[in-house]
Nanobody
Framework: QVQLVESGGGLVQAGDSLRLSCAAS????????MGWFRQAPGKGREFVAA????????LYADSVKGRFTISRDNAKNTVYLQMNSLKPEDAAVYYC??????????????WGKGTQVTVSS
């Protein structure tokens, strides 16, 4: 069974930076693309970023382009989301997921439980 555990969330001020981590179980981590989604209270789950299994290809939502960077370390079975210049509208529960990245589309298969990011103005 695949297990994804997010960490690194917290309370920051607008303009600050934060790095989220997602540790994955299993021996086939590099076979999966990985993605980040977020969900604010009362809103639907929103795609944030995705990265291919090898780390060679990335995809970002327009709302985070230029501010967020997704990366992965397959030796550590970990994917990261570096968030810079955080805005209050970035506040949400951030979820990690594995799946497939095909062109401009990421399809999630399994989800972590999420980590809370709060951004004050």
């Amino acid at each position: 069974q695949v297990q994804l555990v997010e960490s690194g969330g917290g309370l920051v001020q607008a303009g600050d930076s934060l790095r989220l981590s997602c540790a994955a179980s299993g021996r086939t981590f590099s076979n999966y693309a990985m993605g980040w989604f977020r969900q604010a209270p009362g809103k639907g789950r929103e795609f944030v970023a995705a990265i291919s299994g090898s780390g060679g290809n990335t995809l970002y939502a327009d709302s985070v382009k230029g501010r967020f960077t997704i990366s992965r370390d397959n030796a550590k079975n970990t994917v990261y989301l570096q968030m810079n210049s955080l805005k209050p509208e970035d506040a949400a529960v951030y979820y990690c997921a594995n799946g497939g990245l095909y062109g401009h589309s990421f399809s999630a298969i399994y989800w972590g439980k999420g980590t809370q990011v709060t951004v004050s103005s």
